[in-house]
């Protein structure tokens, strides 16, 4: 396969001391906010840094506006020379022309693709299979089994991940982003088990996130999880630990990804 | 000046801000006319080779083009798509003619490794000749693709960078003033940059 | 010695940032260095600098700004341009706030023995304290206004003074591998963001700090617009990339030429008097790096001399378990200017730790104080009220 991608997962919202103002913030099971960063100072580091793309999602509950996110998006755009996958609060074809049309190269979708899943097919016809990537929460429940969660985590739905996965590949998903709610910020590892599960029975790429907090899970990511690309949004902001550390540290153990000086 | 093409299709914003960054004077053409108050041209493209072709003549694009590029030998670049139609015909979704720059068809990637995708989107290292647009790139330099069909030349001294995809993918194209890349320079990090800077002072 | 992964030819452990190791085991930074040693063509890049001095001379008010800190590297700098091209400078530093006094007589010394105008900036203390608990907490290292404010205020005074030509000291590639020699550094905002600003940008900080900071008190760390660095027509260099560097031998010569002294250093061999005599947090600085990856200075400065070939492996070794990971006598200092305890202060570095190392935090020697440990200003402690809030926000996100 191609080489292997390291995402940062940049999380918007809007911030608590300036209402104005939307920044990134972590989050730890999709909740526990914590104000971390500016939308474009950050990006450009990360450029520098030599990351393979970006992926940016409006986790706001109230400010939803596509205009919102299609403003910032514009301001990255300026400055930044790489892919960007934009997501949060799409839920209609003009919603993927607008975010494309202010510098979006893929549109992530996530709640209204499971309530409307035709839009998957749509807008994979209109603007092709690689700019559509489908976002899956998911979580594990009493039963053992895994269930798949829209709007913000908050609803649960009947869907397991791996049919849910499988489903949006065949309606022309280019790539799916997934993540395990309960993982998300926590820093003790990625769930490979789910990924493997998805990455060996689809052909498109598979991005895993949630729960990164060592250079090793990244590595497991890839190894045991198999997938494509490791997407992080803690990791990076609250330790010593620079992008291009975490990509030497994985060339060490032996994976194919870019290596960028 | 720099002018981009504006036909309906192509990442313009991306495009346009990475020539803006590198500090040149840059314009959107949305009209064929004002091709001619450019000194250089790009051709950006993101999509289907039959719209394009179709959205360029519709718009008399192809004639401005022309006669601007080939007539005047204006300095050149076509980026992804906008590299594709300059050839003489595409297999993509049926048969259609290009702009017939190059002596090159349109072909999709078939690969027999089934750890392979088509389409190809990612980082891949290329390899290029020594030649202006690609001075100070190290050989094996990754750029960001996205596609399923490449531009195969007929006459191989045209290309000037390949990558490997099961067989050598044709990267970029170059003959006279006109220069062009299947990958997305303003993509592509510094390297991308690096590329557009030098065509940016590129005296062909 | 422990179970790190280590550098078959200088000992840099697998932890030390940037750091890849080839088939044979060797590091890149040792294979950086042969390239430095064997292909770079020196004739060849000291001609680069004369044209590119000579482009700049005697056309603005001044022909080069040289940050400055005084330590061996930035007086090596000023000294070389000086003696060797006889140029014009505007001496800049960034006081970070913990001058200590053999530097302060060295800086004296050598500015009246040389002879340039000398700027100098000391930002708001109020505001370094903040910045310095906010980056320890968050990033694991202190230093953050020092990195930024060093790296960005000469930048402002380029842009003030219209003074476009910047040098530098020594290019990043003889310690880490961010760039490599075959490569010009420019010193600007892609270095910046790569490794000077620990991922955080004042912007960010600003945002960090949850509105808690007038935002303009962060212009001194802030990395100017590129719009406004191009209308000078900046160039912002590394001379370690034009003339090979040997702080050995450079050091010497500043000592003979300049009566610039070497100091002692917290947790240092002796004989390595002229490195990092600059700071009084230094001995907490490396510290904290070796209780979040099992290495510091002593490791450092001898995979440097394995390197020039100075002195063989198991002479470093030696160096090495004698003198790393002692507890320094300033760590009592920084705990009350950050208003942290020490059991706050080690659960805080801990939670940085770089995989696989772990730190054992039983067996903590303490290390020698240094004369001048007395004169080491403790004023402007942090009170506890203050700290707390920060501190909560950094709780919040570890537990």
Redesign the interface.
């Known amino acids: ?3 292997r ?1 390291l995402i940062p997962k940049l999380q918007l919202k809007t911030s608590h001391y300036n209402p104005s103002k939307m920044v990134l913030v972590t989050t730890k099971q999709f909740s526990d906010f914590i104000e971390i960063g500016d939308a474009v100072s950050q990006s450009k580091i990360f ?1 520098d840094q ?1 990351a ?1 793309e970006l992926i940016f999602i409006n986790i706001d509950r109230v400010n939803k506006g596509i205009d919102i996110l299609a403003g910032i998006i ?1 301001n990255v ?3 930044i ?3 960007i996958t934009v997501g949060g609060g799409v839920q209609t074809e003009q919603d993927f022309r607008t975010l ?4 979006a ?1 893929k549109i992530s979708i996530n709640t209204i693709a499971v309530n409307n899943p035709d839009i998957i097919n749509n807008a994979s016809a209109k603007y ?3 700019c559509v990537v489908v976002s899956i929460d998911y979580k594990q429940e009493a039963d053992e089994k895994c269930y798949v969660y829209i709007n913000n985590g908050s609803t649960k739905t009947k869907l397991s991940p791996i049919d849910w996965a499988v489903e949006c590949e065949q309606r022309g998903a ?2 799916l982003l997934l993540c395990n709610i309960d993982r998300d910020g926590m820093r003790y590892g990625l769930d490979n088990e789910i990924c493997n599960a998805i990455a060996t029975q689809v ?3 598979v991005i895993t996130s949630g729960g990164c907090g060592l250079a090793k899970h990244f590595i497991d990511g890839f190894k045991q999880g198999q997938a494509d690309a490791v997407a992080s949004g803690t990791f990076f902001a609250m330790q010593d630990q620079n992008f291009m550390q975490t990509r030497s540290q994985i060339k060490n153990s032996g994976i194919n990804i ?1 290596v ?1 000086s | 000046m720099i002018g981009i093409v504006d036909y309906g299709m192509g ?1 313009l ?2 495009v346009y ?2 020539f ?2 590198l ?1 040149a004077n840059v314009i959107i053409c949305k009209h064929p006319e004002e091709l001619s108050e450019v000194g250089k041209i790009v051709i950006p493209g ?2 289907a080779f039959k719209d394009c072709m179709e959205l360029l003549k519709k718009e008399h694009f192809d004639e401005a083009l022309n006669e601007q590029v080939i007539k005047l030998g204006k300095p050149t670049i076509g980026i992804c798509l906008g590299m594709q139609v300059m050839a003489k015909k595409s297999f993509e979704g049926g048969v259609y003619g290009g702009l017939g720059w190059f002596d090159a068809d349109v072909i999709k990637l078939t690969i027999t490794d089934e ?3 088509v ?6 290292e290329v390899s290029h000749t020594s030649n202006p647009l690609f001075e100070g790139v190290p050989e094996n330099t ?1 750029f ?1 693709f ?1 596609h399923s069909y490449f531009v195969n030349c007929h006459d191989s001294s045209d290309v000037i960078a390949t990558y490997p995809y099961d067989i050598p993918v044709t990267a970029s194209i170059l003959k006279n003033n006109i220069f062009a890349t299947q990958f997305h320079p ?5 390297f ?2 690096k590329i557009l800077d030098n065509f940016i002072s590129w005296n062909p | 010695m422990d179970n790190l992964k280590r550098c078959k030819k200088c000992l840099l452990p697998e932890t030390h940032e940037s750091i890849i190791f080839d088939e044979e085991g060797v590091c890149n930074i040792c294979r950086q260095s042969e390239f430095k040693n064997e292909k770079i063509d020196w004739n060849k890049r000291k001609e680069e600098l004369t044209e590119l001095i000579e482009s700049h001379r005697g056309k603005y008010d001044y022909d080069c700004i040289v940050p400055f800190s005084g330590g061996k590297d930035s007086t090596w700098t000023l000294y070389y341009l000086m003696k060797e091209y006889k140029l014009k400078p505007l001496v800049v530093r960034f006081d970070h706030g913990f001058l200590r006094h053999n530097l302060n007589e060295n800086t004296i010394r050598v500015l009246r023995n040389l002879g340039a105008d000398f700027h100098t900036f000391t930002p708001n203390w109020k505001i370094v304290q903040k910045l310095m608990l906010q980056s320890f907490l968050e990033k694991g290292d202190f230093c953050w206004h020092c990195h930024t404010g060093i790296f960005s205020y000469p930048m402002h005074v380029a842009i003030k003074e219209k003074v476009p030509l910047i040098f530098w000291g020594e290019p990043s590639a003889e310690y880490t591998s961010y760039y490599s020699y075959d490569q010009a550094e420019e010193v600007d905002e ?1 270095r910046f963001n790569r490794f000077v600003n620990l991922g955080i940008t004042a912007l960010d900080m600003a945002v960090r700090l949850g509105g808690k900071i007038d935002e303009r008190d962060l212009k001194p760390y802030t990395y100017p617009r590129l719009k406004e660095l ?1 209308k000078l027509n900046y160039r912002s260099v590394c001379l370690g990339s034009y003339i090979p560097w040997d702080v050995k031998r450079q050091s010497e010569i500043i000592q003979n030429e300049l009566g610039w002294k070497g100091d002692l250093v917290e947790n240092v061999p002796p004989g390595y008097n002229y490195e990092k005599i600059e700071c009084y947090m230094q001995g907490v600085r490396d510290y904290i790096k070796y209780i979040k990856r099992g290495y510091t200075r002593p490791t450092h400065l001898a995979s440097l001399d394995i390197r020039h070939g100075r002195i063989e492996r198991e002479e470093a070794e030696k160096l090495i378990s004698g003198y790393e990971g002692k507890e320094p006598q300033s760590l009592a200092i920084f705990l009350e200017l950050v208003g942290l305890t020490k059991d706050e202060f080690y659960k805080i570095a801990a939670s940085h730790s770089v995989s696989p190392w772990r730190m054992k935090l039983f067996e903590v020697e303490a290390g020698e104080k240094l004369p001048d440990f007395d004169a080491w200003s403790r004023d402007g402690k942090m009170k506890r009220e203050d700290a707390s809030s920060q501190l909560e926000r950094w709780e919040k996100s570890v537990k």
């Open positions: 396969m191609s080489k991608r450029q030599g393979d514009h755009s300026a400055e020379f790489m892919p494309l049309s202010n510098g190269d092709g299979a690689q280019g790539e052909k498109i790429p870019r960028y | 990442n914003l991306s801000s990475a803006d960054y500090g993101v999509g750890k392979k995708r389409p190809n989107i990612g980082w891949n990754d960001y996205v303003e993509k592509s990090q510094d991308g940059l | 892609k191009r």
